[in-house]
């Protein structure tokens, strides 16, 4: 069975400083793998993805993502974090039967 | 513009009344996918289609329906059997064809029943 842990409930950080969310994943074939953002009382939007290939993906918003198989890792990264930035993000682990299970997400909160 | 519609945003109902979520998407996808979303929980599936006429209970369907009877709508039924139906509920769709792709999400119903 697929699985998805993000390890942290809740980070803060502040405007302009770098941000590491992490992801890990249990699943027994080559993953595809997705981070997803939501704001409060919204639904998600996709911020990236990974199904093959390069190692290392861009997403939406300046943020990226980079999957290490000896890990079981797809970390998502951003520079400099803005005050835009402060939502929840949910890490995702897909199969081709469609399924996705869903970490139980971060919140991130930015410091002024 | 494409996209997923949910209707109506918020919902209050009696415990004991059976109430209807709908979902509709003019993406033209094939999968249509109903999370429950509680606080600290992430989401959970309740139900997913993948054709018209035919679903998969997910993770945690009791107390829940659905039909698929038009490939645009997916609704999603919550019976008086659901124990803590109060909760925010997201319906998503995905394309089939031509490999991986992302789920796209409607921008929820929260559902209060008291």
């Known amino acids: 069975a697929q699985s998805v842990t993000q390890p942290d409930i809740h980070i803060t950080v502040s405007e302009g400083a770098s941000l590491e969310l992490r992801c890990n994943y249990s699943?027994?074939?080559?993953?595809?793998l997705f981070w997803y953002v939501q704001s409060p009382g919204q639904g998600l939007q996709l911020l990236l993805k990974y199904f093959s290939g390069d190692t290392l993906v861009q997403g939406i918003k300046g943020f990226e993502a980079e999957f290490k198989r000896s890990q079981s890792s797809f970390n998502l990264r951003k520079p400099s974090v803005h005050w835009s930035d402060a939502a929840e993000y949910f890490c995702?682990?897909?199969?081709?039967?469609?399924?996705?299970?869903f970490g139980d997400g971060t919140t991130l909160t930015v410091k002024p | 513009d494409g996209g997923i519609t949910q209707s109506p945003k918020y919902l209050f109902r009696k415990e004991g009344q059976n109430v209807t979520l709908s979902c509709e998407q003019n993406?033209?996808?094939?999968?249509m996918y109903w999370y429950r979303q509680d606080p600290g929980q992430g989401l959970r599936l309740i139900y997913y289609s993948q054709i018209v006429n035919d679903f998969q209970k997910g993770d945690i369907a009791e107390g829940y329906s659905v039909s698929r009877e038009k490939k645009e709508s997916f609704p999603l039924t919550v019976t008086s059997a659901q124990k803590n139906p109060t909760a925010f509920y997201l319906c998503?769709?995905?394309?089939?064809?031509?490999?991986?792709?992302?789920?796209?999400f409607g921008p929820g119903t929260r559902l209060t029943v008291t």
């Open positions: 995702a682990v897909g199969a081709e039967a469609g399924k996705s299970t």
């Open positions: 993406l033209n996808h094939d999968a």
């Open positions: 699943y027994g074939a080559t993953p595809y």
């Open positions: 998503a769709s995905r394309k089939i064809a031509g490999g991986p792709s992302e789920q796209y």
